[in-house]
């Protein structure tokens, strides 16, 4: 184990703590908490979850169940998403609970009172509509 990788853990770092569900069948059905450590042990930390409500209360982790997030500068979260423009290749949801996919070439974007609504995205030799906050940016066009 190299000794370097290891988290300086400290209190008030926020990290994202483990847990899940083990079934009879052996199958493993992870989830995740965000928290905040409130103190730290040799091998274990207090957390609470963050952002913290008047009913949560402090509980005990492994210190090898945690990962810590370090915190995103304000110009990280204020950079928001890359814009679809038209030609870019994109891969867009279909629907906002779905895992299904399209991947194709933004033809045409549709605005509805200056804001940008629907894509149209060229499929093979199809055009599907989608909306506009479904679709990520794969590669750009570069611009000439």
């Not at 091998?43 to 949560?56: E, G, K, N, Q, T």
């Amino acid at each position: 184990i190299d000794i370097t990788m290891k988290p300086d853990w400290k209190r008030g770092d926020i990290v994202a703590s483990l847990g899940g569900t083990i079934e009879s069948s052996g199958k493993f059905t992870p989830s995740y908490s965000i928290c905040k450590v409130v103190e730290v042990g040799s091998r274990d930390l207090a957390l609470i979850v963050h952002p913290s409500r008047s009913y949560d209360r402090i509980f005990m982790a492994p210190k090898s169940c945690c990962v810590k997030i370090s915190s995103a500068s304000l110009e990280a979260i204020s950079s928001g998403v890359t814009p679809p423009k038209l030609n870019d290749l994109v891969i867009a949801f279909s629907t906002s609970i779905s895992e299904e996919v399209l991947t194709g070439i933004v033809y045409a974007i549709e605005y509805t009172s200056g804001s940008p609504r629907n894509c149209k995205i060229l499929v093979g030799e199809d055009i599907k509509s989608v909306p506009y906050d479904r679709v990520m940016v794969l590669d750009r066009k570069s611009e000439q």
